[in-house]
């Protein structure tokens, strides 16, 4: 894809299924962060299975955000501490959806630059108690555990609601099915299924702004409290 963000919306996910979404809410909205860098991407490709199954349970639209059309915008912001107003809008993309599914390559062993460089300029709490879904995909099934210890620890310190099951996916992964536990579908229903209830428990996201930092002094004032020192 040769822009930053794309749009599906809910009926063309439900109907990519294969199923009838009936009368749901239309108003929550999904976002895929991929930090794919191939083109294909397999990155994408399990950040879209992974929407398209949350989708179906949700009836939520779907945006994708693909970093690696923002890299150049994510290096000058970390420079410069301004966003592009590309970026900009894909942060605000991040910030305000209902449910966050976020895809990185493991480069290394763990998350790949550019997919931690983007977490590093969206401002600090914007993802306190939003549902998120952590994948990878990479070449082999011995780097797994990166979701354990390196995606996890940086969306809980984040305060994002990280959901139980983490999806990984190595290359051998592709088209096997080896049981209800190694199975790649049978982990990403599982995992969809946990964001959809998350999601699904909670209001959609206030808009960017009202969790706004107040100084304590000004909250005193408001209750007709004046501070003595
Ligand atoms: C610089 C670099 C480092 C990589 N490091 C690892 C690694 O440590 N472990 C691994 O299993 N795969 C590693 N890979 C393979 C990628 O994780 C894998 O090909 C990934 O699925 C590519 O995603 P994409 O198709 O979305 O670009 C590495 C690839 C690159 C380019």
Redesign the pocket.
């Known amino acids: 894809m040769s822009v930053g963000l794309a749009r599906m919306n809910a009926g063309l996910a439900c109907a990519n299924a294969g199923l009838a979404c009936g009368v749901r809410s239309m108003s929550r909205t999904l976002v895929v962060v991929?930090?794919?860098?191939?083109?294909?991407?397999?990155?994408?490709?399990?950040g879209d299975r992974l929407a398209q199954a949350a989708a179906r349970e949700t009836g939520a639209g779907v945006e994708v955000v693909e970093l690696r059309d923002l890299a150049g915008d994510i290096a000058n912001n970390l420079v410069t501490g301004f966003p592009s107003p590309k970026l900009a809008g894909a942060i605000e993309t991040v910030t305000r959806a209902d449910g966050l599914i976020v895809?990185t390559?493991?480069?290394?062993?763990?998350y790949?630059g550019l997919f931690k460089s983007f977490f590093d300029v969206i401002e600090a709490g914007s993802l306190r108690g939003k549902p998120v879904l952590i994948a990878?995909?990479?070449?082999?099934?011995?780097?797994s555990l990166?979701l354990e210890f390196a995606l996890r620890p940086l969306f809980a310190y984040l305060r994002a609601d990280v959901m139980p099951t983490a999806v990984f996916?190595?290359?051998e992964d592709w088209g096997s099915s080896d049981g209800p536990d190694g199975d790649l579908t049978a982990r990403i229903e599982r995992a969809a299924g946990e964001l959809a209830t998350a999601m699904g428990g909670r209001p959609a996201a206030a808009p960017t702004g009202e969790d706004e930092f107040v100084p304590f002094d000004q909250q005193l004032a408001r209750l007709g409290i004046t501070s003595s020192r």
Do not use: E
């Not at 860098?37 to 994408?44: G, K």
């Not at 390559?105 to 763990?110: E, G, H, K, M, T």
């Not at 990878?136 to 780097?143: I, L, N």
């Open positions: 991929s930090a794919g860098l191939s083109s294909p991407s397999s990155t994408r490709l399990l895809v390559p493991i480069f290394n062993a763990s790949s990878a995909t990479a070449g082999t099934a011995r780097h990166a996916a190595a290359a």
